[in-house]
């Protein structure tokens, strides 16, 4: 499976933004996606999860009510609209799959840069 995530810039706080991941290669219908991001000087922290099926996800508490993750099966895209951004949302985004029993994502986009100013 290949990834190819965009959307990201440059706004200000307040602002929203919607990242988009093309998935392609793979039944990406099949996987569990996510969202996550590092910051400058920081690990990578997962930031939203969405089953194969769009049935259940889950949030970190910093992003809770302020993003939302969701996917369109026929397109092979998932979505990552996010509202009320935050200077400390400043980070790369990226976009990942995994098979829904297993432990780690296996397939990565490229990332996609957020820079949020105050």
């Known amino acids: 499976v290949q990834l190819q995530a965009s959307g990201g810039g440059l706004v200000r706080a307040g602002a929203s933004l919607t990242l988009s991941c093309a998935a392609s290669g793979g039944t990406y219908s099949d996987y569990v996606m996510a969202w996550l991001r590092q910051a400058p000087g920081k690990e990578r922290e997962p930031v939203a999860t969405?089953?194969?099926?769009?049935?259940?996800?889950t949030y970190a508490d910093s992003v809770k009510g302020r993003f939302t993750i969701s996917r369109d099966n026929a397109r092979s895209a998932v979505y990552l609209q996010m509202n009320d951004l935050k200077p400390e949302d400043t980070a790369v985004y990226y976009c990942?799959?995994?098979?829904?029993?297993?432990?780690?994502?296996?397939?990565w986009g490229q990332g996609t840069l957020v820079t949020v100013s105050s």
């Open positions: 990942a799959a995994k098979e829904r029993m297993a432990l780690s994502y296996k397939y």
């Open positions: 969405l089953t194969s099926t769009g049935s259940h996800t």
